[in-house]
């Protein structure tokens, strides 16, 4: 039996759209009081703008703008920075997950999903084989099943392999069980630190 991974024909469940919409509602007064507090105090503690933004690759393959609040200095920084370029707040931020709430934005602009693989860089999408382009068949998403299975104490090819596990497996229940599973990490920061060492620009450096 030729599964939807082989076809290429993934696509998001029917609905999925409209339970981003209501789950975002549901969280839209909470996120945007902490979201306040958080953007105070990054503005009160460093140098620069709010917001970091960045260009990451969406459904499709077609660029978007993601929105994170800033943790390190206002500077030219490294795609992995070292330590002393997180500014306190910012280590904080990560710590909790904080910094990615202006995502939320991107949800509410049709570009991202409460759930679906984390949006990556071109750079990374570039070294994709046909069969991990189908990572590109849904919006990337807020959490997703690699971020509760490990994050960023995974190896790049398995957090590949658990995004393409949800894109043929998505639905609404598995939706809703990912969710349930984010608290865990964001109370606990369970693989915030790090980063794959066989991710595509390690590799080259």
Not at 183 to 190: D, I, N, R, S
């Amino acid at each position: 039996m030729t599964s939807a991974l082989d076809t290429g024909r993934c696509r998001p469940y029917r609905g999925k759209r409209a339970v981003d919409l209501l789950l975002l509602a549901g969280v839209a007064v909470p996120a945007a009081v902490i979201g306040a507090v958080c953007a105070v105090a990054v503005k009160l503690t460093s140098k620069g703008p709010v917001l970091f933004r960045q260009e990451r690759v969406g459904m499709g393959g077609q660029p978007f703008t993601v929105f994170k609040f800033r943790t390190m200095v206002h500077a030219d920084n490294p795609i992995f920075p070292d330590a002393s370029r997180i500014t306190t707040v910012g280590r904080w931020l990560r710590r909790f997950s904080l910094d990615e709430l202006p995502q939320l934005i991107n949800v509410a602009r049709g570009e991202m999903s409460i759930v679906g693989p984390r949006p990556t860089l071109q750079y990374q999408v570039d070294r994709y084989d046909d069969r991990q382009r189908l990572r590109l068949s849904v919006r990337p998403g807020l959490t997703g099943l690699a971020q509760v299975r490990g994050r960023n104490s995974l190896q790049w090819q398995q957090r590949i392999e658990y995004d393409l596990e949800y894109v043929r497996t998505q639905s609404l229940l598995v939706d809703l069980r990912i969710v349930l599973a984010t608290f865990k990490p964001l109370v606990t920061g369970e693989g915030t630190e790090g980063h794959p060492t066989d991710d595509p620009l390690a590799k080259d450096q």
